[in-house]
DNA sequence: ATGACTCATACAATGAGA
C-alpha cells in the first residue's frame, strides 16, 4: 500500500499538476494541504473519475486538508482536538479499509513566523494539541500514520543552508523540541528509517531560484506508530515534482507498507 | 533585505506562505 502526502499549494492551481503525478505514482492514499478551497468548491469529480474517494476539510482562501483513497474510509473525522475555538482546517483522519486497516492523519501545522509572536504560541499550542491527540491514538495500539506538512526541519541536514533558518519558526530550538516530543512518543519517521544523511529535500522556495540551485528543506513527513512501523516497507520523495509545469513549492513524500 | 515568487481574493493591492 503506497500513502503519500503532497502540499499542493492551491487545488485550482495545482489542477494539471495533481492528476498528472497521480497517474504517474498511482497511490492508493494521499493526504493533501492547503487545498485554499472550501468543500463545496473542491473538483472531487475529477479524482472520483480516477479511482478516488475524496474527503475534504476546506476553508476559504488558505489553509485547507484533504484525503484521496483507492480504497474504502470509514470514520472520517475533521479538525484537530483541543480548542473548539479553531476555525483553521488543518486537520483530518480516516481509516482506510485494507485487509489490514491503517488509521490515517493528514495535518498542516501552522508556520509559525514571525515568532516569536502570536502566530509561533499558536503553532506551538497547536503541537501540544496533536501531541494529546497521538496519545490517545496510540493507547488504542493499532497501525496509524500521520502524513502531512509539518513546518519542522528537524535537524540540520534536512536544510541546504541551516544557517539561513537560525530565527525561523520551522527551526527554532522550541519547534524542534516540540517535534521531539512528538517523536519520543514512539512515532517513526519513516523516510529517516529508510535514508540516510544530508541533501533529502521536500519544499523548495518559488524566489531566488532556490530549486534551481537546490536550496531546499525537509519539513513534510510521515510519522509511523509501532504498528504500522512494523509494515514498512520503503519511503521516498519524488523530487523530480518540482521540475514539472506550474509546480507546487512542495513535492509528494510516500511510504509503502505491507498490506 | 519590510527583498525575491506564487496563490487567493477580487478585479487593485494585500495577506500568507516558508
Avoid at 65 to 86: C, K, N, Q
Avoid at 126 to 148: D, K, V, Y
Avoid at 178 to 195: C, H, P, T
Wanted: aromatic share 8%.
Amino acid at each position: 500500500m503506497l500513502i503519500a502526502t503532497f502540499n499542493i499549494n492551491g487545488i485550482k492551481a495545482r489542477i494539471d499538476a495533481l492528476p498528472r503525478w497521480l497517474t504517474t505514482a498511482k497511490p492508493d492514499v494521499v493526504c493533501l494541504q492547503e487545498i485554499k478551497s472550501v468543500d463545496a468548491s473542491f473538483p472531487r469529480e475529477m479524482f472520483e473519475d480516477m479511482g478516488y474517494r475524496v474527503e475534504t476539510h476546506g476553508q476559504k482562501g488558505f489553509n485547507g486538508v484533504a484525503i484521496l483513497s483507492r480504497l474504502p474510509l470509514e470514520d472520517v473525522t475533521r479538525g484537530l482536538p483541543g480548542d473548539e475555538t479553531d476555525e483553521q482546517s488543518r486537520w483530518i483522519e480516516a481509516t482506510v479499509m485494507a485487509p489490514r486497516p491503517v488509521r490515517v492523519c493528514g495535518l498542516y501545522l501552522p508556520n509559525g513566523n514571525p515568532a516569536p509572536g502570536p502566530k509561533y504560541d499558536y503553532k506551538l499550542a497547536w503541537m501540544a494539541r496533536m501531541e494529546t491527540r497521538l496519545r490517545a491514538l496510540l493507547a488504542l495500539e493499532e497501525p496509524f500514520l500521520c502524513a502531512g506538512d509539518y513546518n519542522v526541519i528537524p535537524q540540520a541536514q534536512d536544510a541546504a543552508k541551516p544557517e539561513a533558518w537560525e530565527t525561523d519558526a520551522l527551526y527554532l530550538p522550541q519547534t524542534r523540541q516540540a517535534y521531539r516530543r512528538i517523536l519520543n512518543l514512539g512515532l517513526l519517521d519513516a523516510f529517516r528509517a529508510r535514508v540516510q544523511g544530508p541533501g533529502h529535500y521536500s519544499f523548495w522556495d518559488y524566489q531566488a531560484n532556490a530549486w534551481e540551485r537546490n536550496n531546499g528543506i525537509r519539513i513534510d513527513h510521515l510519522l509511523l506508530s509501532p504498528q504500522a512501523a512494523d509494515r514498512l516497507t520503503g519511503a521516498g520523495i519524488d523530487r523530480e515534482v518540482r521540475a514539472g509545469d506550474k509546480p507546487s513549492d512542495h513535492v509528494p513524500v510516500w511510504v509503502t507498507l505491507e498490506d
